[in-house]
């Protein structure tokens, strides 16, 4: 059993930054892509962003490219979100993700551990 455990979120301005970790248990890490997804209230969960296994390939949504960065160290077992210039627009319960494959697909059904989400308000 894989557990992921998301940290880093909390209260910023608009315009500020957070950046998100999240430290698998176990799992083969480095084996599988990793993603971050995001849950507003109300709103369906979204992909926010991925990484291949390697670390050198990554996807961003439209919606944060550019600002966000995702990147991993696999020697640590952990994924990161750096999250830049934030809007009220990205006030979520963001969630890492194991994907089932080496590469980055945005479908939730392509992950199967969760994190239990951690929760990123942006004040305006």
């Known amino acids: 059993q894989v557990q992921l455990v998301e940290s880093g979120g909390g209260l910023v301005q608009a315009g500020g930054s957070l950046s998100l970790s999240c430290a698998a248990s176990?799992?083969?890490?480095?084996?599988?892509?990793m993603g971050w997804f995001r849950q507003a209230p109300g709103k369906e969960r979204e992909f926010v962003a991925g990484?291949?296994?390697?670390?050198?390939?990554?996807d961003y949504a439209d919606s944060v490219k550019d600002r966000f960065t995702i990147s991993r160290d696999n020697a640590k077992n952990t994924v990161y979100l750096q999250m830049n210039s934030l809007t009220p627009e990205d006030t979520a319960v963001y969630y890492c993700?194991?994907?089932?494959?080496?590469?980055?697909?945005?479908?939730?059904?392509?992950?199967?551990?969760w994190g239990q989400g951690t929760q990123v308000t942006v004040s305006s």
């Open positions: 993700a194991r994907g089932h494959t080496i590469a980055v697909v945005r479908t939730t059904d392509n992950y199967d551990y």
């Open positions: 990484v291949t296994q390697s670390g050198r390939i990554a």
């Open positions: 176990s799992g083969a890490f480095s084996t599988y892509s």
